[in-house]
């Protein structure tokens, strides 16, 4: 079996908009004689728009016709048509995703750019997208050693750490390019944040005041030291923790950073020097290219440069959000596809029991949302025929309000389970509910999730991991 499918990514970023096409090859890895594994094999980026200036109607508003005019009009220079797309991403980032009629706007391009194409927004998965994009989880595998990308765009900087090809934490800060405007030789606008962290140091930081070259070099030098007190190359001052995006958390602790790749609209104004006028793109974007650059802590790691910087983000959307389920899946005919899952994460799975409470407990959090739910669950331990019928029983009686609810029954496992579990949870269900069990899929709690149409004979399916949670 071999399957090609089209994907879009499609980036609405602080300072720039733009469109990917990419295509997804499906085989089935498995011999004749054995359990297929389905598995991507192939991703190809066939059609890249140009880069445009994100549009805004003001400070606080984005141009939705103007967005939407860009992407039919991308659409049609590819020769693609939304029908002939079958996952992918249209995504809101950076300071953009703060604008009021961001959820609008995405729902009304999620519509435009294909039926099984999801809205996306949030920190954690901009990060993810971007190192994936620009190549970083295969960068530090093929050099067994650890890389963090810093994705600094307009309105924040997206940090994802790779240990040897494994993901081990991602970040996220206010701090970008285009969190200063200049037009005419004056400011024109300043983000509230790193007005502040200026002020903290002596520099006088205001809309209306002259754009002097020294004193915003100055105050880029200042975001590229957060930046390097972020990846714990400096000590963390008094200003660093309010500049985490949406209150959020610094990377973990872990093994030594030994290499850094930059990705984002600022990534080449840090890996060329830029003459001329600093103030050209209407911000600070190159001054702040130059203080990374010429940041000493920075300088301690070995810089690397990835395979897309200012696509990065958008190429990630294009081809790296769309996984497969594992080889042994179940799921009711007629049920699949659904969109938008939110994921319950069922805790304390050590026991038949801790995973009833944990559903029990969990549940009513998430059904008066008054739509479908995910459980995800690993399930490793539960291998043997006693104990999948333990944990079986365990996730109907936790999930009784589920089971008596109009929607189906959704199961995600990592361990590959899927088609046994699901097997003991449809025989405790009488075959009359609707169920859908898949395997080989991580997912935390706080995603959602998108199930497509089954592949293979209905041995697997393509799930898109997403997060639709916006800045505020």
Same mark, same amino acid.
């Given at each position: 079996m071999r399957k090609v499918m089209l994907s879009v990514g499609v980036d609405i970023g602080t300072s720039t908009t733009q469109l990917v096409f990419? &295509? *997804?090859t499906m085989e089935n890895r498995a011999?004749?004689?054995? /359990?297929?594994? @389905?598995?991507?094999?192939?991703?190809?980026?066939?059609? &890249?728009? =140009?880069?445009?200036?994100?549009?805004? &109607?003001?400070?606080d508003e984005i141009d939705a016709e103007e967005a939407a005019r860009i992407i039919r009009q991308e659409y049609r220079a590819a020769g693609v048509s939304p029908q002939e797309v079958e996952t992918g991403a249209v995504i809101i980032t950076g300071e953009?995703?703060?604008?009021?009629?961001?959820?609008?706007?995405?729902?009304? *391009?999620?519509? *435009?750019?294909?039926?099984?194409?999801?809205?996306?927004?949030? =920190?954690?998965l901009e990060s993810v997208l971007s190192a994936r994009g620009a190549g970083i989880d295969r960068l530090s595998a093929s050099l067994g050693t650890t890389v963090v990308n810093l994705d600094i765009g307009g309105g924040t900087s997206n940090l994802a750490?790779?240990?040897?090809?494994? %993901?081990?934490? @991602?970040?996220? $800060?206010? $701090?970008?390019?285009r969190l200063v405007k200049v037009a005419q030789g004056r400011i024109t606008y300043v983000y509230p944040k790193l007005g502040a962290l200026a002020a903290a140091r002596g520099i006088r930081l205001e809309a209306g005041g002259a754009a002097d070259r020294a004193a915003l070099y100055r105050v880029c030098a200042l975001m590229a030291g957060q930046l390097a007190q972020a990846l714990r190359l400096e000590p963390r001052d008094g200003c660093h923790e309010g500049l985490y995006t949406n209150g959020g958390a610094p990377l973990p602790e872990g093994r030594p950073i030994r290499a850094v790749t930059f990705s984002g609209g600022v990534a080449d104004c840090i890996y060329q020097e830029n003459g001329g006028d600093c103030f050209r793109y209407g911000d600070i974007g190159v001054l702040l290219g130059q203080a990374v650059r010429e940041n000493a802590a920075l300088r301690t790691l070995k810089w690397l440069r990835p395979e897309e910087t200012i696509r #990065?983000?958008?190429?990630g959307a294009g081809a790296h959000t769309t996984e497969v389920s594992g080889s042994t899946i179940r799921c009711s005919h007629g049920c699949l596809p659904l969109r938008d899952l939110p994921v319950l994460k069922v805790g304390e799975e050590a026991s038949p029991e801790g995973v009833e409470a944990s559903i029990r407990k969990q549940l009513p959090l998430y059904l008066p949302e008054g739509a479908p739910l995910a459980l995800a669950l690993h399930g490793g331990q539960y291998t043997g025929f006693a104990a999948l019928?333990? %944990? /079986?029983?365990?996730?109907? &009686?936790? /999930?009784?309000? %589920? @089971?008596?609810?109009?929607?189906?029954?959704?199961? @995600? %496992?990592? #361990?590959?389970?899927?088609?046994? *579990?699901?097997? #003991?949870?449809? #025989?405790?269900?009488?075959?009359?509910?609707a169920l859908v069990c898949i395997d080989g899929i991580r997912v935390q709690g706080g995603e959602y999730i998108d199930i497509g149409m089954p592949l293979a004979e209905g041995s697997a399916v393509p799930v898109v991991l997403k997060t639709l949670v916006f800045n505020t």
């Open positions: 990419s &295509r *997804l011999g004749s004689s054995l /359990a297929p594994q @389905v598995r991507i094999v192939g991703k190809e980026v066939v059609y &890249r728009s =140009p880069v445009y200036f994100t549009p805004l &109607r003001s400070e953009t995703a703060r604008k009021r009629n961001a959820a609008g706007v995405l729902e009304q *391009l999620s519509g *435009l750019a294909g039926d099984f194409v999801v809205a996306a927004a949030g =920190p954690a750490v790779y240990d040897c090809g494994e %993901l081990r934490g @991602v970040s996220c $800060l206010d $701090l970008g390019g #990065a983000t958008v190429v019928q333990g %944990l /079986a029983v365990a996730i109907v &009686r936790g /999930a009784d309000a %589920l @089971v008596k609810s109009a929607y189906p029954v959704v199961l @995600v %496992l990592e #361990a590959d389970i899927g088609k046994a *579990l699901g097997n #003991a949870v449809n #025989a405790l269900l009488g075959g009359g509910k």
